[in-house]
């Protein structure tokens, strides 16, 4: 059943309670939206700490950008999530955050697009890096089209990271991998190498995955 108004809307502040609780969103950084409809996306309004956002400062607009509800000015990466939306029909929810390692990653300008974890293999995917694109500006949705085509996560060259989902959950959760998968990157190139899974390794454990659906919470 398709929730409600309000139900989006929590769960919109929510996710933005749970980056900040994370450490992925500084001051006002980051950015979280939901698809509301076939032409409305639920958005975070601009320059907002997310751990203060409140439900009706969410603003909802238009697949083509104009604010159709709500004060204020959505967030200045609209244009950003609205090309995941275009791009992808199965994305529900966009999020946009600067957790600390990835960003680090993304600083340095290197993908996380080895198979290391079977987990983050089996529900990220390899997270490239999008060349550098200026903030807010429409050169970061072009920066993206290519990847978020293509893939459920990525790093922002400089930037940060993106991640997308059918939803507010797995948006999230991907989000969360995508930091986690960093930190385990940069601990085992410090100690000297990460060892990537081989290629039969990543074949028997995607065919091992139950399959979506089935009740068994894949
Ligand atoms: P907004 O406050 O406009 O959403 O921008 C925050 C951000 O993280 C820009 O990349």
Not at 91 to 109: D, K, L, N, S, Y
């Amino acid at each position: 059943m398709m929730p409600n108004a309000t139900d989006m809307r929590q769960q919109l502040v929510d996710a933005c309670r749970r980056l900040d609780q994370l450490g992925f969103v500084p001051a006002t950084d980051g950015n979280v939206s939901l698809r509301i409809g076939r032409d409305e996306v639920l958005i975070t309004p601009t320059m907002a700490p997310k751990r203060l956002v409140q439900p009706s400062q969410l603003l909802v607009v238009g697949m083509d950008g104009r604010v159709r509800q709500g004060s204020g000015r959505p967030s200045s990466e609209m244009k950003m999530h609205l090309a995941a939306y275009w791009l992808r029909p199965d994305v529900g929810a966009v999020v946009h955050a600067h957790p600390p390692i990835a960003t680090g990653f993304a600083a340095a300008r290197l993908p996380l697009t080895d198979p290391l974890l079977p987990e983050a293999v089996a529900t990220l995917g390899p997270v490239p890096l999008a060349e550098y694109a200026t903030p807010s500006t429409d050169e970061v949705p072009r920066s993206i089209e290519k990847l978020v085509a293509v893939c459920n996560a990525l790093l922002l060259a400089n930037h940060g990271a993106l991640a997308v989902g059918a939803g507010v959950a797995e948006a999230m959760d991907r989000m969360e991998r995508v930091e986690h998968l960093a930190k385990v990157t940069l601990v085992a190139r410090l100690l000297g190498g990460a060892a990537p899974l081989g290629a039969g390794d990543v074949a028997r454990m995607l065919a091992t995955l139950p399959r979506r659906g089935d009740g068994t919470g894949a």
